[in-house]
Structures are given as structure tokens and as C-alpha cells.
């Protein structure tokens, strides 16, 4: 099985190596590298993945950047890309949760019963997503991230790494919650938060 990751970075290296001790053959494309890259070659750049696409068994895209990702998966969507969700051998899921496509599930992460994770999403090293919960398209939770039941995440949201939520609670769509923070009550589009518990990030 043929697997294309478009972003050769920290990201991708990361997918790959899940893909790999899932069986699949890895490829490479990016547009500001060439040559090696830790264990692979890169085959090409993102133009020459759009008109070879069809001929990989899986697409996936291994860049963090969720507005960015989000994009190049429509793009490769319109390009007629099969898309390939990778779930590392170590992670937990359970049979009545839903995994979208283009989903990255890292080593160590736990997806329980009754959760839904849409398209394009990242649930990084060891993250737990409760029972129940549903995950917007292209959120990335990052390493260490645990939701209780029944929480809600928006689109494009991005908690840091370590951030907690309580049960029950919605985040809005593109919501950055900064490392460690711990989500106690709703939070609304567009924000940023952090701290414990989280409140607006004020910034410099
Ligand atoms: C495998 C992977 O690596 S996946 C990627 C995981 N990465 C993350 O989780 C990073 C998430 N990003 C953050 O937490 C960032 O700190 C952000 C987005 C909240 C803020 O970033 P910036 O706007 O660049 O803020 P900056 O770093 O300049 O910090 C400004 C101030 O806020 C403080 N601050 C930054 N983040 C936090 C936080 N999470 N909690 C409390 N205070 C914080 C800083 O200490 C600094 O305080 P000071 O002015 O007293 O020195």
C-alpha cells in the first residue's frame, strides 16, 4: 500500500513512522525540501502529488497548521485523492467511535466509545477523547490533551499540549488553548485562552 504524505516536517516524520508499522509505503512530497529526509526520500512537490495522485492507495496531509491543512485536503479532495487515516499500532480505539478521513491518530492516544473525530483531525501522543465527545473537522489536540465526556470541539481549534477539559463542554471553532491549560466552562469562537483555569490570553 502506497501512502503520499504531503509536509516533510517534525509532523509528518511522526505519520510516517505510525504508517510505516501499519504496512504502509511511504512518499514524501514538499515544496521547500528535496532529498533525504530522516529515512526517506521526497519524491516531489506538492504540484507533482496533485497530478499523480491517483495513483497512491492513501493521501494524507502531515502538516500542524489546521487552517492549512484544511485547505490542502480540499485541494487534494477536488484532485481525486483517496484519503488514508493513520491510526498508530499503539493507540486505543474503541469500535463504536467514529474516525473520519485523513485523521492522524498517534502512538498512545485512546478514542472511547461513542466519540466522533472528524476529517483532518490530529489527536497527537498520548490523548484520550472521552466517551461521547465530538471533534470538528481539522483540530489538532496536541500531546497529552484529555477530554472528559461529552465535550464538543470545533472547527480548526487547537488545544496545546497538556490541556485538560471538563466533561460536558463546548469550544468554539479556531479556539487556540495555550499548554497546560484547563478548560472549566464554554468557550466561545475565536478565542485564545490559557491558564488554570483557562481565561482570554492577554499576550505580551
Ligand atoms: C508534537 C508538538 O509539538 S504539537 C505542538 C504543541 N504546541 C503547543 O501546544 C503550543 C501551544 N501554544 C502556546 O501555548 C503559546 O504559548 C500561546 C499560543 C498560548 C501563546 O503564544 P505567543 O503569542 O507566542 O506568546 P508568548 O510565547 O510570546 O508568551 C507571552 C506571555 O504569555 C505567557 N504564556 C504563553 N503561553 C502560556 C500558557 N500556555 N499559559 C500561561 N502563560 C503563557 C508567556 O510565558 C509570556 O509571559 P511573559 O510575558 O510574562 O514572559
Known sequence: MRLAILGAGGHGAVIADSA???GWTVNFFDDSRAGAFVDWEITGTS???LEQVEHFDGVIVGIGANA???EWLA???DAGATFATIIDRTAVVSRH???GQACFLAAGSIVNISACIEDGCIINTGT???HD???AEGVHLSPGVHLSGGVNIGRASWLGTGTVVRNNI??????IAGVGSAITKDIASSQIVVGVPARPFKGV
Open 47 to 49: 504540484s507533482q502529488l
Open 75 to 77: 485541494r487534494l479532495r
Open 170 to 175: 463546548t469550544v468554539g471553532d479556531n479556539v
Open 20 to 22: 510505516e508499522g501499519r
Open 133 to 135: 465527545c465530538h471533534v
Open 97 to 99: 467511535a467514529k474516525i
Open 128 to 130: 484520550t477523547v472521552d
Open 68 to 70: 492549512v491543512r484544511l
